[in-house]
């Protein structure tokens, strides 16, 4: 890339290496602005009669190139790429969905000297319009072959996100206590819906049952006959592990215990089983308030209809510390 000043009448086509502004303050060209004749004859009737420009040299891309292409191969799903200012593209979502980030592919690119992507948190909940990540390349020009080699990447590891849309999730929730699982009902209901508004979400099937294994076993079995998207089971007692009332109940519908223990705090005690396609989570004490917990982490890839792993449970532990 070449910087130089040059006569306007002869800047058509070249890149503005800085902004230029009105005397009152007024920006009225932004930096890495590609210069056309309309604008000539608006720096004209300002008083302009040089400017500071770039021209790409042999091998180079312009920095808008850059982005457009790599946020092109970088991202799949329910979203859409914006150009933004200053070599920037952004992707934002055009459904309500959660992310999914493949964090290890997403360092290797950063480790590049000339793009980088900054994206919003693997498995966080996103709504239509939202930004979930941004492709920012050096200024003003990349080299055609380092371009060449980030695109390689991407098509051979890729895509590095996912907006994997949410449409029509339905939630069924079981209530448990060991006297009356009317009572944990009670004490949980208006938790449960606070939390499923926070993903555009409420309820579809509820039942409460006595905290024994049969009644909670038979329970399962009615939710899981309405096909839900996920079972959520609220339970006023902490269990000791897979081998308590909650998780005898869910093998005994033919669940695959998946995951005991997560590394999130509030949420130590999480307990995640898998019906066939059906999550069922206990996580218990975290309906007993609404504060961020483990179920806001695992809610939106569950509502997306994708299938956590207990690996990805343990990954949580970075950036697990809620409260």
């Known amino acids: 890339m070449k910087a130089q000043t040059v006569e306007l009448k002869k800047s058509a086509g070249r890149v503005l290496c800085c902004s230029i502004f009105r005397s009152g303050g007024k920006k009225l060209l932004a930096k890495g602005h590609v210069l056309s004749e309309e604008d000539i004859r608006l720096l004209e009737t300002e008083g302009l009669d040089r400017v500071w420009v770039t021209e790409l040299e042999e091998g180079e891309v312009s920095e808008d190139l850059a982005v457009q292409t790599v946020a092109a191969e970088m991202g799949c799903g329910c979203l859409e790429i914006r ?15 959660c992310v999914l980030v493949d964090d290890d592919l997403l360092k290797q690119i950063n480790c590049t000297s000339t793009i980088v992507i900054a994206t919003s948190v693997n498995f966080s909940y996103a709504t239509a319009g939202q930004r979930i990540a941004t492709v920012k390349s050096a200024p003003f020009a990349v080299a055609q072959s380092q371009l060449d080699a980030v695109i390689s990447i991407l098509k051979e590891r890729g895509p590095i996100l996912q907006a994997r849309p949410i449409r029509s999730p339905s ?49 399962l079995q009615h939710l899981l006959k309405a096909r839900p998207t996920v079972i959520l089971a ?11 009332v909650l998780g005898r109940a869910m093998l005994r519908v033919g669940c695959h215990l998946e995951r005991f223990l997560a590394p999130v705090e509030p949420g130590n005690l999480f307990l995640l089983g898998y019906r066939d396609d059906t999550p069922i989570v206990s996580a218990p004490g975290c309906f007993r308030s609404a504060k961020p917990n483990v179920v806001d982490l695992v809610l939106p890839p569950m509502l997306a209809r994708y299938r956590v792993s207990g690996w990805e449970v343990a990954c949580l532990g970075h950036g697990g510390l809620l409260a």
Not at 234 to 244: K, L, Q, V, Y
């Open 83 to 97: 150009l933004a200012a200053g070599g920037r593209a952004n992707l934002v979502a055009n459904e309500d969905c």
């Open 171 to 219: 939630v069924a929730v079981l209530y448990s206590d060991p006297v009356d699982g009317d009572r944990a009902r009670q004490l949980f209901e208006n938790v449960v819906r606070q939390r499923l508004e926070r993903f555009g979400v409420r309820p579809t099937y509820a039942l409460s049952a006595v905290e024994e294994e049969g009644s909670v076993s038979k329970a």
């Open 234 to 244: 609220a339970s006023t007692t902490a269990p000791a592990g897979p081998e308590d």
